[in-house]
T-cell receptor
């Protein structure tokens, strides 16, 4: 069965600092991996996805993530945090090519950005 | 703009009531999903549907049922609401992956259900 583990339910950074949100996955088949963001009182929006093409994936709002098969990781980074990045971030995994986009989500990491 | 609309933002119901949560999408998507979101547990899949009148159980279907009579509408039903079903419910939709390998899930804004 697939699963994702997000290390740290809360991450605090200062504005301008590096953002690093960790995600490790478990999958018996080549996975598709996703990062979603949820702003207060909103649904989830896709930040970026990995679907077996380039291992370094660039997303919206300056975020990127690198797929590392040897480490079973898909950590999310942003070089310089902005106040507007404060939100909850979810990593998710699905089996590639299932057709149903049935995602398994992690427990989420809340990013706090201080001035 | 693509849209997934959930009928209520907040809902308060009593234990034992039958509860309907409605979700409508305007993107002609085949797949529709119901998730519940709880602090510290992330999102957990309740049910999903890949076509009209088709449904599949997700990871936590107990106490819930669904209905998909039309392609654009997917309803979540709590037959007899209980306090442990107090949660945020999120609906999502997507195209079939093989129609578009770059497809993603589109989420509604959620319904916060309180069962008293």
């Amino acid at each position: 069965a697939q699963s994702v583990t997000q290390l740290g339910s809360h991450v605090s950074v200062s504005e301008g600092a590096l953002v690093l949100l960790r995600c490790n996955y478990s999958s018996s088949v080549p996975p598709y991996l996703f990062w979603y963001v949820q702003y207060p009182n909103q649904g989830l929006q896709l930040l970026l996805k990995y679907t077996s093409a380039a291992t370094l994936v660039k997303g919206i709002n300056g975020f990127e993530a690198e797929f590392k098969k040897s480490e079973t990781s898909f950590h999310l980074t942003k070089p310089s945090a902005h106040m507007s990045d404060a939100a909850e971030y979810f990593c998710a995994v699905t089996e590639g090519n299932t057709g149903f986009q049935k995602l398994v989500f992690g427990t989420g990491t809340r990013l706090l950005v201080s001035p | 703009d693509v849209k997934v609309t959930q009928s209520s933002r907040y809902l308060v119901k009593r234990t034992g009531e039958k509860v309907f949560l409605e979700c409508v999408q305007d993107m002609d998507h085949e797949n529709m999903f119901w998730y519940r979101q709880d602090p510290g547990l992330g999102l957990r899949l309740i049910y999903f549907s890949y076509d009209v009148k088709m449904k599949e159980k997700g990871d936590i279907p107990e106490g819930y049922s669904v209905s998909r009579e039309k392609k654009e509408r997917f309803s979540l039903i709590l037959e007899s609401a209980s306090t442990n079903q107090t949660s945020m419910y999120l609906c999502a939709s997507s195209l079939l992956l093989r129609r578009n390998p770059n497809e993603k899930l589109f989420f509604g804004s959620g319904t916060q259900l309180s069962v008293l």
